[in-house]
């Protein structure tokens, strides 16, 4: 089956630290993998995504790359800033779906 | 990329009472969705809303409490019925949009506080 493991939070880092927050998943077939952002308040937007094998997926400073030897999706960003404070989901599409990890809450801390 | 808008964004209901969500996108989509996120949690699939059929229920949702109506390509409904304080939650109405690869894009959110 298709599930989602996520790296449990809640993530505090001070501004300009490095962040890396990882995502496993199980899939059948060759899904299509992404992150969401949620920020305070709003809905969940579309960071990034990559559709296939050592693709790698960036935004906003944000990058993962498609791993499937370890069927990895690990998000990292060199130096966060307090407005990157949100809740992260990673994804994956087998495609006509999305099953959700549990989300990981990243406060940065001036 | 697809603009979604629900209404409305929030309410306090009481117990008993239904919540009918409207979901508005701004472009024809052919899979629309409806999600729960209970406080603290991840998102969790409702239903798909087909047009012009029943819509598709996942495992622990029922048509009788979660009626979806889908009567076009743009447009759909969620009812909440007779709520009770479990059901307190943000649902959010979601579209899959293919731009060279399938990428699925959610609604601002209803959040519903049943007292």
């Known amino acids: 089956g298709n599930s989602v493991t996520q790296m449990e939070g809640p993530v505090t880092l001070s501004e300009e630290a490095f962040l890396t927050i990882n995502c496993t998943y199980t899939?059948?077939?060759?899904?299509?993998l992404f992150w969401y952002v949620q920020y305070p308040g709003e809905g969940l937007q579309l960071l990034l995504k990559?559709?296939?094998?050592?693709d790698k997926g960036s935004n906003k400073g944000f990058e993962a790359t498609y791993r499937k030897e370890t069927t990895s999706f690990h998000l990292e960003k060199g130096s966060v800033q307090v407005s990157d404070s949100a809740v992260y989901f990673c994804?994956?599409?087998?495609?006509?779906?999305?099953?959700f990890g549990t989300g990981t809450r990243l406060t940065v801390i001036p | 990329s697809a603009v979604i808008s629900q209404k409305p964004s929030r309410d306090i209901c009481q117990r008993g009472t239904s919540l009918t969500i409207q979901c508005q996108v701004d472009?024809?989509?052919?899979?629309m969705f409806w999600y729960r996120q209970q406080p603290g949690q991840s998102l969790t699939l409702i239903a798909t809303?087909?047009?012009?059929?029943?819509?598709?229920?996942e495992s622990g949702f029922v048509i009788d409490k979660f009626p979806i109506s889908r009567p076009n390509l743009t447009f759909s409904t969620l009812t909440v019925s007779n709520m009770s304080p479990e059901d307190s939650s943000i649902y959010l109405c979601?579209?899959?949009?293919?731009?060279?690869?399938?990428?699925?894009?959610f609604g601002p959110g209803t959040r519903l506080t049943v007292t």
């Open positions: 990559a559709t296939k094998a050592d």
């Open positions: 994804a994956l599409s087998p495609p006509d779906n999305l099953f």
């Open positions: 472009s024809q989509v052919t899979m």
């Open positions: 979601s579209v899959l949009n293919w731009a060279g690869s399938y990428e699925q894009y």
């Open positions: 899939a059948t077939g060759y899904p299509s």
């Open positions: 809303a087909n047009q012009g059929s029943e819509a598709t229920y």
